[in-house]
Each structure stands twice: as structure tokens, then as C-alpha cells.
């Protein structure tokens, strides 16, 4: 061989070393961050799309940059300019430091300590993630957790006990320590706490409330928290927030087409599911790495953990792998497949090819015979499984229970609501509740429109709450009463079906819709006189009294001639004839919640009437039943109203529609109604039947014209002479959003508000 041959021998050769070294290094994986740009601040490693360093260039965007904050030993990562302290950040979450809201009492029931936290990403790509739990801590404790950016949402928390000895570690069920769950897309929440007895009866053992937001694996409760001084402290660096974040607003089919599209090379875009748009990247199957980076993403070399046979030869490919049989074997060379079998020269190819067709063919039958065999019995199965698991059993023993006074009700299959709701679309939501989701269904037989209640996957607490409201909806039938058209038991979730009622609720025209035309004085006084009506016949009309438990202005439904509607029993509880009151968990919706059944937890049908009478106050004022307003006795309505009227400001707060259009006699007859439902001892209050009576009375009462011209010409009088007198009341604008006011941070970094000290 010539000399000048060994040359390009050895020429080829070191060029497939160096080929194969440069493959080598990618396949071992790439930068996590652009070029010239740092990678770890302290011990946290920050990967692209985020970015260290405030303006760089080195993240995605503004939002994505991190403060490296070397003041620090060893330097701690911030978000933007903010106060926020990042611990961790994943491929779709990022974890940051936590705050508590915390509140202290001295033996004598003075506040020592008052620490209230809220928290702000309105203008972020970040949102609170759903694995977060509000936990509140303390034996005398309820708070309060207000949400009002990307998902509106309020919720609270009752932690009570009267001995250390009734504590459990670990236990987070009310005694102690409580928790709920909050919605995603939650980007912005106050929290507040408060007491019941300020403390005096525990004090020794409980001197302090505490209530934060935070990943619930990494925190459980224990006894010698609540009287540790250090327990804030240890919560903050002990139990992290975790954030869902996001790119953008848009979803991934309108991003796409656009020229900043983050997902690069060998990566897909996935969705957000938080319902507030945006998206995030991924990279294919068969790669890993950075998919937001050029390159990023690069190619697994899956032979590296040997997916052939033995006797199989695998070969690399981009994104997958190949495997194939080596000489002297045949097959497809995988593991999971037939792999390499070795050839025999003599293999009687014609009576393998017979004997394989026919067992082929054998196989075939058997195999159809099974598998419609199998299917036949898992579909019986699935759905006694389903009938069981969504209470049909306890349907059953309830309805015989009733002695055929529950008349029985249309049984719709699974299908047919899949079919009236379009597969469940979304354009189909009519609105979401405490138990579930309700739609729009357009049944084909008979053709009607319904609506449709798919409730959430439940404990066996939900399921009894489920079947409580079937039984008591066959047995109302009342023309102010959403009729229960029939239920489907088939599904994973159980399904109710409703009469469709067209224009929404009430609390949606008192306080969203401004001054529509028909919402006149005259008609809240009808609506409010129909919904009494329904309260009414429900507390003595029934065939056992019903005791609703939730009256609010949103559960109040008006149809297409804006006739009012109540709805939503899934709490509410029958009530044998001989009893007037009963022992229940406490439950209902804050502001409407009756205070005398919130101490003692003894339900009556006076209970109704106060949140009745909360409803009616709403009706003449347009105020929210819960604000959080400068003067403190403006933060209840109910509260607000009895002062109001205690004072003679009545007309003072009225919504000046109501007070243009109303007689001042009626009005006031109104607001001594309403006075009077909103007593704090329930004998004290009047029954829904009286309120019915003294309602319609209302509406019936007339003057003669001379008298009436006369009261108005007063008025008339007396607004212009003295119009302070009559407005000095302003409306804060956040008493009618229902807000809780503080700081409010009006830049782009999130930020901390919170005070120290006693109120």
C-alpha cells in the first residue's frame, strides 16, 4: 500500500473520531442557559426561559428575570424587583418563599400581634398552584382568604378547641389546624384573620392564630405549634408557595403563528390549564434538555440501555431507535418484540405456514369471542360500580324511606347528556359552584332546553349531600322552585337535571348589570315577595319542612319573564315535623351566614330568615353582603343596615334608584322588615310566612295622591336644603366590588403587604 493510501486511512479516521467526540458531547446534553450568561445564583441552578440579571437579555422577558441578591451568604434568587424569594424552579412551577398571617393575644383577650399578608401577581405569568392548600392554626381562630385576579374566589377556615388534650398531630380536620383547597388560576389574595372568645379560655396554651398559603407536603401540623414563638419563622422557610407558571396569554394554536413563539427544535407546546391562556414547551419524545433553547432539545441515545435482544444490533436514530438481527438470526431484533431467533436452512416452511393460519385463524375467533365476552361484563360492572359510588344504594333506601310520597323522576343516560351538552364544551358552562359544574343541555327527546349538573368527584360526605338534594327536589313543586327534572347515575359523576332558567341570578342584577330599565323598585319588591313565597312553602308547605341553609342572592335564579327561582340544595336538610331545630355541621356562605347558628350550630327555619332578610337588604341598597371598607361597620351589611336604622340613616344607604322610586313609608315598612329578620336571637324574627304577608301587604300599599305628593314634595324639600343630610354616605369603590382594601401595587413586581401591631 502506498504511502500516500495510509495518509487518507489515517485522515478518515480522525475525522470519524472527532464526528463521533462532537456527537458525543451533544448527546450528553447543553447549556441550560443562553450563552455568556450565569447559570446558578447560590445553590439554586436558574435554566432559561428564566434568566439572572435584571434587563440582560438573559431570560425570556421582564417577568423571567431573577434578582441575584449577592448581599446575601450565599446570594439568594428574587423575581424581578420584588420581595419574592425563589427556592426552586421546575419545568412548569416555581417555588418561593412563604409568609404568615399572624395574630397574637395577650390573658386578657388584647391583641399583642396583628400580621395580615397579601399577595399580588396580577401583571405576572405566575398563578397560585391548586397543590397549595390555605391552612389556618390556632383554638380560636376563622379566616378568611379573598382571591380577586384571574379567578374570583373567597373561602374560609374555623379552627376551634377547648383543651390541648383534644389535639392530634398531624390532624388538619378543624381541632387545631384546618385547611381548604383553592381553584387555579388564583393570582392575587388577602387574608385576614379573626376570633371568636379573643383568646381568653386558651390563651395559655394558644396564644396566637396563624394563617398561610403553601405546599401541604411539606408542612404537617403538630401540637407544640401552636404555643411556639418560632413557629412563623419556621413556616417561612420550611413550607414553600408554589407558583404554575406560564409564557404569554395566548394558547398554543394562536402563539404558534406568531414570530416569538418560545418552543424551538424537537419540542411541542402544551396548553395551560389554569383557563387564563398561556402556554408552555416541551421537548418530543426521544429528546431532552432545554426546549426554549436552539438546540436544547437533543436527541436520547436509547442504546445506551441495551431495548434489543442479545443477539440484536441497535442503531441510534434521531428521536428513536432501530434494532436489528445479526448474521445467522432472524426477527425484529427487540426485547419487547420477537427478537432474533436463529435461521434453520431446513425449516418446513409450508406446514409452519397451514399450522400458523389456522391456530391464527382459531385465535382470531376465540379472541373476538373474549373480547365481546369481557367488554359485555365490564360494562355491567362499570356502571354497578358507578350506580354505587354515585349513591344509588343510598337513593334507593332513601326513596323507600319516603313511602311513596317521592314521586320518581326521569333516568337519562349517560349519552343522551353527552349529546344535549356537545361533550361537556365549554362554551356550554352555565356557571361553577361548591359541588360541581352546571350546563347548558339541549335535550333531542322531547326537545327542550336544561340545565345540566356534573358534580365533582366526591367523599362520602358529597355523595349524601348529592342524594339530599334529589330527595328533597321530587318533593317540592312550587312555581318559584327549580324543578328536578330527572338524575343519571351511569357516569363516573353523578348528574342531576334542572328546568333551565334563562337570565341568570339575582346577585348578578343587583350588582353587574348598572341601571337596566326593569329592575325598578317595584320589581325587587316582587321578586323579593316570590322568593319569600318559596322559603315559605319550603319551611311549612312541604311534605316535611325543608330548611334551605344557603339563601343568597346568587342561588336566587330569575327566568325568561325575570320570575324569581330558588336553587341550589345541596346543603340544605329536612327537619321531622315534631323537631324545630337540629344539630348540623355548620355551613353556608359568610355574610349570609345566620350568627346565632354559627356559634351554637343548632339549624332552625329562622336561620333562613336572616339570610332572607341579608338578600332584602341587598335588594335596597346594591352593597355586597361582605366588604372590607375603611369604617368597620361598613364591612357587614347586615351589621351596616341594623346601625343604619338605629340611627334613622336608612335612606342615607339606600340605592338611589330604590329611593326615587319608593314611597318613604313603604321604605321605611321595608327596613323595619328587614330589621326585624336580622335579630341575633331567632325567636326574634319573624317566619318566612309573615314576611310574605307583610311583603305582599307592601306591595298592595297606596296613599292618596295629595298625601303622597305632599311626602315627596317634602323629600323633595329636604334633599335640596340639606342634601348632605341625605348623601354623606359615599360609596367606596371597593365596598362595591366586594374587595378587601389595602395597598394596592399598581407597578409589575409582586409584592408583600402585610401590618404589625395591634388594630
Known amino acids: 500500500m502506498s504511502q500516500q493510501s495510509i495518509f487518507f486511512i489515517l485522515l478518515l479516521c480522525l475525522l470519524l473520531a472527532l464526528g463521533s467526540t462532537s456527537a458525543e458531547s451533544i448527546s450528553k446534553g447543553t447549556s441550560i442557559t443562553r450563552p455568556n450568561c450565569q447559570s446558578k445564583c447560590g445553590n439554586l441552578t436558574v435554566p432559561y426561559p428564566f434568566g439572572i440579571g435584571l434587563g440582560t437579555g438573559c431570560s425570556l422577558g421582564s417577568w423571567f428575570d431573577v434578582n441575584c441578591n449577592t448581599s446575601f451568604t450565599p446570594p439568594r434568587p428574587f423575581i424581578g424587583t420584588g420581595n419574592l424569594e425563589i427556592l426552586d424552579i421546575s419545568a412548569n412551577t416555581l417555588k418561593i418563599k412563604n409568609w404568615v398571617a399572624s395574630r397574637c393575644y395577650n390573658q386578657f383577650g388584647n391583641i399583642t400581634q396583628d400580621n395580615k399578608v397579601s399577595v399580588d401577581l396580577a401583571t405576572t405569568p405566575f398563578t397560585f398552584s391548586d397543590i397549595n392548600k390555605f391552612s389556618v392554626l390556632g383554638c380560636d381562630e376563622f379566616a378568611l382568604i379573598a382571591g380577586s385576579e384571574g379567578r374570583n374566589f373567597t373561602s374560609g377556615c374555623v379552627s376551634v378547641c377547648s383543651s390541648n388534650r383534644d389535639l392530634i398531630d398531624g390532624d388538619c380536620s378543624g ?11 388564583l393570582k392575587r389574595f388577602n387574608t385576614n384573620l379573626g376570633t371568636l372568645y379573643s383568646h381568653l379560655n386558651i390563651w395559655s396554651f394558644a396564644p396566637c392564630g396563624y394563617a398561610f398559603l403553601g405546599d401541604p407536603d411539606s408542612f404537617r401540623f403538630s401540637v407544640s405549634d401552636l ?31 406568531s414570530s416569538d413563539f418560545a418552543c424551538l427544535q424537537n419540542s411541542y407546546c402544551v396548553d395551560s390549564d389554569t383557563g ?13 434538555g432545554n426546549p426554549y433553547l436552539s438546540l436544547g432539545c437533543i436527541d436520547i441515545n436509547e442504546c445506551e440501555t441495551n431495548p434489543c435482544d442479545e443477539n440484536g444490533i441497535c442503531t441510534n436514530i434521531q428521536g428513536s431507535y432501530t434494532c436489528s438481527c445479526a448474521n445467522g438470526y432472524w426477527g425484529d431484533g427487540r426485547k419487547d418484540g420477537r427478537g432474533c431467533i436463529t435461521k434453520n436452512h431446513q425449516f418446513p416452511l ?16 376465540a379472541v373476538t369471542w373474549l373480547y365481546f365476552g369481557i367488554k359485555k361484563r365490564k360494562l355491567i360492572n362499570l356502571r354497578e360500580k358507578f350506580f354505587r359510588q354515585n349513591g344509588g344504594l343510598l337513593l334507593k333506601q332513601q326513596l323507600s324511606s319516603h313511602d311513596g310520597s317521592v314521586k320518581s323522576t326521569r333516568i337519562f343516560t349517560a349519552e343522551e347528556l353527552e349529546k344535549a351538552t356537545n361533550h361537556y364544551a365549554d362554551d356550554r358552562i352555565l356557571g361553577r359552584g361548591g359541588y360541581g359544574t352546571v350546563y347548558k343541555g339541549i335535550l333531542l327527546d322531547p326537545h327542550q332546553i336544561v340545565a345540566i349538573k356534573k358534580s365533582r368527584i366526591m367523599d362520602q360526605c358529597q355523595i349524601e349531600q348529592f342524594i339530599n338534594e334529589v330527595i328533597i327536589l321530587t318533593q317540592v313543586n312550587h312555581r318559584n322552585i327549580v324543578k328536578l327534572l330527572g338524575c343519571c347515575l351511569e357516569t363516573e359523576v353523578p348528574l342531576l337535571v334542572y328546568e333551565y332558567v334563562s337570565n341568570g341570578t339575582l346577585f348578578n342584577h343587583i350588582h353587574n348589570n348598572g341601571g337596566i330599565s326593569w329592575f325598578s323598585w317595584d320589581n325587587r319588591l316582587r321578586i323579593a315577595t316570590e322568593a319569600a313565597g318559596a322559603l315559605a312553602y319550603l319551611h311549612s308547605a312541604a311534605a316535611k319542612p325543608i330548611i334551605h341553609r344557603d339563601v343568597k342572592s ?22 321531622p315535623i315534631d323537631q324545630t331545630q337540629v344539630t348540623t355541621l355548620v355551613q353556608g356562605t359568610l355574610g349570609y351566614l345566620d350568627p346565632e347558628y354559627f356559634q351554637t350550630s343548632q339549624l332552625t327555619e329562622k336561620s333562613d330568615v336572616y339570610s332572607f332578610g341579608v338578600v332584602l337588604a341587598e335588594l335596597m341598597t346594591a352593597r355586597k353582603p361582605l366588604s372590607n371598607t375603611k369604617t368597620s361597620k361598613e364591612k357587614s351589611l347586615a351589621t351596616f343596615f341594623v346601625v343604619s336604622m338605629k340611627e334613622n340613616c336608612l335612606f342615607q344607604i339606600l340605592d338611589p334608584r330604590v329611593l326615587k322610586e319608593g314611597s318613604l313609608e313603604q321604605l321605611q315598612a321595608v327596613g323595619e322588615l328587614v330589621k326585624r329578620c336580622l335579630k341575633l336571637h331567632g325567636e326574634e324574627r319573624p317566619t318566612m310566612k309573615e314576611v310574605v304577608t307583610e311583603l305582599e301587604s307592601l306591595r298592595k300599599f297606596t296613599k292618596h295622591p295629595w298625601v303622597q305628593q305632599q311626602v315627596q314634595e317634602e323629600a323633595v324639600g329636604l334633599m335640596s336644603e340639606e342634601s348632605s343630610d341625605l348623601y354623606t354616605v359615599t360609596i367606596d369603590p371597593q365596598f362595591s366590588t366586594g374587595e378587601y382594601s389595602g395597598q394596592h401595587n399598581s407597578g409589575t413586581t409582586p409584592l408583600i403587604y402585610g401590618g404589625h401591631g395591634p388594630r
Open 175 to 185: 381541632i387545631g389546624c384546618c385547611q381548604t383547597a383553592i381553584p387555579k388560576g
Open 227 to 257: 404555643n411556639d414563638t418560632a413557629f412563623q419563622n419556621r413556616t417561612i422557610e420550611n413550607v414553600p408557595v408554589v407558583l404554575d407558571w406560564v409564557i404569554g396569554t395566548q394558547n398554543c394554536s394562536e402563539a404558534q403563528g
Open 276 to 288: 387564563l391562556g398561556g402556554y408552555r414547551c416541551s421537548c418530543s419524545e426521544g429528546y431532552e
Open 350 to 365: 409450508i406446514k409452519f405456514a397451514l399450522g400458523m393460519s389456522f391456530g391464527l385463524l382459531a385465535l382470531v375467533i
Open 554 to 575: 346568587p342561588n336566587v335564579l330569575l327566568d325568561e319573564y325575570y320570575n324569581a327561582k330558588i336553587s341550589d340544595f345541596g346543603a340544605s336538610r329536612l327537619v
